[in-house]
């Protein structure tokens, strides 16, 4: 009873520094997300992948990597981080576009990151 | 291009009265639209969703929403609040023939015993 895992839940890095944040799904979902949230902006896509090996930009990529190398894992990387990062990061996924207009997208718990 | 637009980044409402949440869209063509709620520190729940059909739809927790062509909007209400919709809603769109969602603001829903 897995669904959307993201680790970790929190963390707080200092400027400049790097890190990756992992989002695992066990449902065999083909599409993950990742979306970050801010006060009064809701939530954004940063990067998302349509499937093993592939990804793309979203609305806000600028200062972030992504790797899809297995199905179930969508990593989210920051190589040096820059305050502007500090928000709630999200990940989601979807079994196919079909489904994902019918049902909606999985989600994770979130991690907290925190950038001084 | 998108565009989702929920009044009233907060709203406050006394226990047992009327939760009206509303969410309008920007679309020539008039996409899916979903609402989800968050609880604190959780990730995001679907609460009711609008796809092809009835215009009104009912969702989870005694939530509906009605679905208004004509005024490019998509609300949310409950008759009677309780404490326990406590929540952020995000009101999210999407198009039948896209891939992503594209998501409100937010609003904060807070319950007043």
């Known amino acids: 009873n897995a669904g959307v895992t993201q680790t970790p839940k929190f963390r707080v890095l200092k400027t400049g520094q790097s890190m990756t944040l992992l989002c695992a799904q066990d449902?065999?979902?083909?599409?993950m997300y990742w979306y970050r949230q801010d006060p009064g902006m809701g939530l954004r896509l940063i990067h998302y992948?349509?499937?093993?090996?592939?990804?793309a930009k979203g609305e806000v990529p600028d200062g972030y990597n992504v790797s899809r190398l297995k199905k179930q894992n969508f990593l989210l990387g920051l190589e040096s981080a820059a305050p502007s990062q500090t928000s709630v990061y999200f990940c989601a996924s979807s079994y196919s576009d079909a489904v994902a207009l019918n049902y909606g997208y999985t989600f994770g718990s979130g991690t907290r990151l925190t950038v001084v | 291009a998108q565009s989702v637009t929920q009044l009233g980044s907060h709203v406050s409402v006394s226990e047992g009265a009327l939760v009206l949440l509303r969410c309008n869209y920007s679309?020539?063509?008039?996409?899916?639209l979903f609402w989800y709620v968050q609880y604190p520190n959780q990730g995001l729940q679907l609460l009711l969703k609008?796809?092809?059909?009835?215009?009104l739809v009912k969702g989870i927790n005694g939530f509906e929403a009605e679905f208004k062509k004509s005024e490019t909007s998509f609300h949310l209400t409950k008759p009677s609040a309780h404490m326990s919709d406590a929540a952020e809603y995000f009101c999210a769109v999407i198009q039948h023939t896209g891939n992503q969602f594209y998501f409100g603001t937010g609003t904060s829903l807070t319950v007043i015993p």
């Open positions: 609008y796809t092809t059909g009835a215009t």
């Open positions: 679309s020539s063509v008039p996409p899916y």
């Open positions: 449902m065999n979902h083909e599409y």
């Open positions: 992948s349509v499937g093993e090996g592939t990804t």
